[in-house]
């Protein structure tokens, strides 16, 4: 499976982004889909996931009610719209797929196979 982030760049505190995330497997319905964020000197952390239908979500504290995850199974497509930006949003941003249907572990990194080349999102004060 290959992921294509794209959708990144330099936004004002406020502002809205939406990154999207293109990938190649003819089972994209087959997969769960995470957005995930790493800052400098910092883990690369979950930010929003989505089971393989978009029945079930997850956020990650720091953005509930300001992002929204989505997934487009027919387009092959994720993304992720993000609303109210921060200056503690800024970092790079990476798309990933798990496979299964499974919703459990969608949280958790250890359980995603395939990660994209990410891409930059910055926010300034």
């Known amino acids: 499976v290959q992921l294509q982030a794209s959708g990144g760049g330099l936004v004002q505190a406020g502002g809205s982004l939406r990154l999207s995330c293109a990938a190649s497997a003819r089972t994209f319905s087959s997969y769960g889909m995470g957005w995930f964020r790493q800052a400098p000197g910092k883990e690369r952390d979950v930010v929003a996931a989505i089971n393989w239908s978009g029945g079930s979500t997850y956020y990650a504290d720091s953005v509930k009610g300001r992002f929204t995850i989505s997934r487009d199974n027919a387009k092959n497509l994720v993304y992720l719209q993000m609303n109210s930006l921060k200056p503690e949003d800024t970092a790079v941003y990476y798309c990933?797929?798990?496979?299964?249907?499974?919703?459990?572990?969608?949280?958790?990194?250890?359980?995603?196979?395939?990660w994209g080349q990410g891409t930059q999102v910055t926010v300034s004060s």
């Open positions: 990933a797929a798990k496979g299964g249907r499974s919703s459990i572990g969608l949280a958790n990194r250890d359980q995603y196979d395939y």
